[in-house]
Antibody
């Protein structure tokens, strides 16, 4: 069974940093492209970042470019999102989402999400 | 950035009725549209990819159509578990973008 488990969320002050992790199991992690998608409280879905299966290709939403860094460790089946210069508008549930194989853009498995709250 | 506009925002229907949800793109996305279902407190679930292909385990009452800029998700006969929010998404361009969602609620 595919499992994605996010961790690392919490309360952080504006301007602060946080590192999210996503532990994957039940599939060959190194074969799949991965993404982060977020959802502000009561709002819709917003794609945040993508990383190819090897890590050689990366994309970001304009709203986080230059502040967030996506990375992965295939040996440990883990995905990461380093977030810095956090703003109130970054407050959201952050989901780790697997891309359907060879699609780069259909998210066929999702974690349960981790809540990031940016507030003083 | 490709903007996806979903309509209506809210659809009030009874179980057994047919639901038709619309997603319009600001420019052509070919057939690279995806539909998700999200229930309160849960992560989204992939329903349809490439505009019309059902994901694994998705019941046959869900079907998608369209190409270019206009897409529809149809639920042929609503079951109680289908009342949820539905999002479309495009995967032809970066950044990936979602529609704002359509809530299907019980009338």
């Amino acid at each position: 069974e595919v499992q994605l488990v996010e961790s690392g969320g919490g309360l952080v002050q504006p301007g602060g940093s946080l590192r999210l992790s996503c532990a994957a199991s039940g599939f060959t992690f190194s074969n799949y492209e991965m993404n982060w998608v977020r959802q502000a409280p009561g709002k819709g879905l917003e794609w945040v970042s993508y990383i190819s299966n090897s890590g050689s290709a990366i994309h970001y939403a304009d709203s986080v470019k230059g502040r967030f860094t996506i990375s992965r460790d295939n040996a440990k089946s883990s995905l990461f999102l380093q977030m810095s210069s956090l703003r109130a508008e970054d407050t959201a549930v952050y989901y780790c989402a697997r891309a359907r194989r060879y699609s780069a853009g259909d998210f066929d498995s999702w974690g349960q999400g981790t809540l990031v709250t940016v507030s003083s | 950035e490709i903007v996806l506009t979903q309509s209506p925002a809210i659809l009030s229907l009874s179980p057994g009725e047919r639901a038709t949800l619309s997603c319009r793109a600001s420019q052509s996305v070919d057939t690279y549209v995806v539909w998700y279902q999200q229930k309160p407190g849960q992560a989204p679930r992939l329903l349809i990819y490439d505009a019309s292909k059902r994901a694994t385990g998705i019941p046959a009452r869900f079907f998608g159509g369209g190409s270019g800029t206009d897409f529809t998700l149809t639920i042929s006969s609503l079951e109680p578990e289908d009342f949820a929010v539905y999002y479309c998404q495009q995967r032809i361009n970066w950044p990936r973008t979602f529609g704002q969602g359509t809530k299907v609620e019980i009338k």
